[in-house]
């Protein structure tokens, strides 16, 4: 599958003299290539502002299963791997953990390709001294685990929403409006699927525990989220570093171990927000105030 896709020097050059968010780790997930519900544009946009000594894929990166039935592959999403790709190439350690969504790669687990390396799972230690269990997270899901072909149904009806994600976010820019993610916003509504998601959380946590682990870093449910679950008398962090689809989110280390989720729309809006005063010689001490 890799071998396929037409990767080429990117259509739109990384900047070279762009001032990037130094982190000592980063992890991204979720992010689809290969199906026009990826935000490539602002994924793009957080690969040239950051940077950081270790990159964690954790999983879902290619859309496998989207790929099958139909190749979709334009030159942004080209971009994003060519950027992982020199990433590497300029020292960041990457490592790969595929997902259910491109679990062809999962043959490859142990081996390293152009300076990526393909993993099942991983342990990161941060800098504060805590030691955290990455994975993708599918192995949890009741649904992908008891009725896999009830998986590929809801896959399905998931594309169609992010279909009518994007056709809403069109229409939002056209009319100068941020992005809003409409799936994100249904999720809340729906209290089925709230439930899920805690539940989902609860039992990633505690197979951390069991580990002997202080915290898990995961994926698969495209829910950027933080909380600290009680186990065996202490405490579990549980990480989920969100996705590229619907929030665009990212986790991130700094390098006093300290764990952020950054929300990048969030990010862009403060930016521009910051760039419009700016422009409009706003005095200082009023910047400082807003």
Not at 102 to 128: P, W, Y
Not at 208 to 235: K, Q, Y
């Amino acid at each position: 599958m890799l071998s396929s896709l037409p990767i080429s020097e990117p259509s739109v050059p990384e900047p070279s003299h762009q001032i990037r968010a130094r982190y000592r780790t980063i992890w991204i997930s979720d992010v689809h290539l290969g199906t026009k519900g990826c935000n490539a544009e602002m994924l793009i946009d957080f690969l040239d502002r950051t940077d950081s000594e270790t990159m964690y894929l954790v999983g879902d990166i290619i859309d496998g299963w989207r790929l099958k039935k139909k190749f979709y592959w334009p030159s942004s999403h080209n971009d994003i791997v060519w950027r992982i790709m020199k990433r590497a190439k300029r020292g960041t350690r990457i490592v790969y953990i595929p997902g259910n969504h491109d679990e062809m790669f999962r043959q490859f687990t142990g081996l390293n390709f152009g300076g990526v390396e393909i993993r099942r799972a991983a342990f990161h230690d941060t800098a504060d001294g805590r030691r955290l269990m990455v994975l993708h997270g599918d192995e949890f899901d009741a649904v992908m685990l008891s009725h896999r072909w009830l998986a590929f149904v809801g896959d399905w009806a998931y594309h169609a929403v992010m279909k009518l994600n994007y056709v809403v976010n069109v229409t939002r820019k056209l009319a100068g409006k941020p992005y809003w993610s409409l799936s994100k916003a249904a999720k809340h509504k729906v209290k089925n699927a709230a439930n899920f998601i805690s539940r989902y959380e609860e039992i990633v946590a505690k197979a951390a525990g069991d580990r002997g682990v202080d915290g898990v870093v995961c994926g698969h449910i495209h829910t950027a989220e933080m909380r600290s679950f009680d186990h065996a008398g202490r405490a579990v962090e549980y990480w989920n570093d969100g996705d590229w689809v619907e929030g665009c989110n990212a986790l991130v280390e700094h390098n006093d171990g300290r764990m952020e989720i950054l929300n990048w729309p969030d990010v862009i809006r403060e930016r521009e927000r910051c760039e419009e005063l700016d422009r409009a010689g706003a005095p200082e001490t009023t910047r400082e105030a807003a």
